[in-house]
């Protein structure tokens, strides 16, 4: 079963503007995790951040995680157009597997 | 290799055939997970394993789905008198023991149960 939700579903924004994705979760985790999906292709792993930790930047990437509202937003800054894509966050909860359990994912359109 | 790589890429059988689906994982690699993917959702865990253990198991919707390692290395899933709706994105991923949970995609393999 799915983690929890993703808000948007859809988001469609021009190049150069920011997109933030939003994604709550609903048991404790032991980290979070976004990645991307091109249409047609593999799943990429962007970034990660772990429960002890509130925000965390790679590139154009920055990622923040409220444990106490089991949530957490992906911000990408000055948005190109082959950022577009599917854009799904996954929890680890604590455990030997360390299996990732996905939200439903938000659709992120770049127009150039 | 460089990556995951999962074959066949496309798969249409009958309804009632069985099929198998590979999954050779990144060279190291201890860990190897498979998941699927319907249409406009995020991956869900089906199955995971530690080398040739099969740890868990409890993502697997019925007795029809079944998965070995038994090398530690490649991985096959297969699915037993198939029906329509098993029809789904079938992914694999691989992880490193040394990496902080990233795991590493396949391309997938797309089954299509007519």
């Known amino acids: 079963s799915q983690q929890g939700e993703e808000d948007p579903q859809a988001l469609s924004i021009q190049e150069g503007e920011n997109a933030t994705m939003n994604c709550s979760y609903k048991?404790?985790?032991?980290?979070l995790q976004w990645y991307r999906q091109n249409s047609g292709r593999g799943l990429v792993h962007l970034i990660l951040?772990?429960?002890?930790?509130r925000e965390k930047h790679s590139g154009r990437l920055r990622v923040t995680l409220d444990t106490s509202k089991k949530s957490s937003s992906l911000l990408i800054t000055a948005s190109r157009a082959a950022d577009t894509a599917s854009y799904f966050c996954?929890?680890?909860?604590?455990?030997?597997?360390?299996?990732?359990?996905f939200g439903s994912g938000t659709q992120l359109t770049v127009l150039p | 290799g460089a990556g995951v790589s999962q074959s066949p890429r496309y798969k249409v059988t009958k309804r009632g055939q069985d099929v198998a689906l590979r999954c050779d994982p990144i060279?190291?690699?201890?860990?190897l997970y498979w998941y699927r993917q319907a249409l406009g959702q995020g991956p869900e865990f089906l199955t995971y394993f530690n080398y040739e253990a099969q740890q868990d198991k409890s993502g697997l919707p019925n007795d029809r789905f079944s998965a070995e390692r038994p090398e530690g290395s490649i991985s096959t899933l297969t699915i037993q008198r198939t029906e329509q709706r098993d029809s789904a994105m079938y992914r694999c991923?691989?992880?490193?023991?040394?990496?902080?949970?990233?795991?590493?995609f396949g391309p997938g393999t797309r089954l299509t149960v007519t």
């Open positions: 048991t404790s985790i032991n980290n």
């Open positions: 951040i772990r429960s002890n930790e």
């Open positions: 996954a929890t680890v909860s604590s455990g030997s597997a360390r299996q990732l359990t």
């Open positions: 991923a691989s992880r490193s023991p040394g990496q902080d949970y990233e795991q590493y």
């Open positions: 060279s190291g690699h201890v860990s």
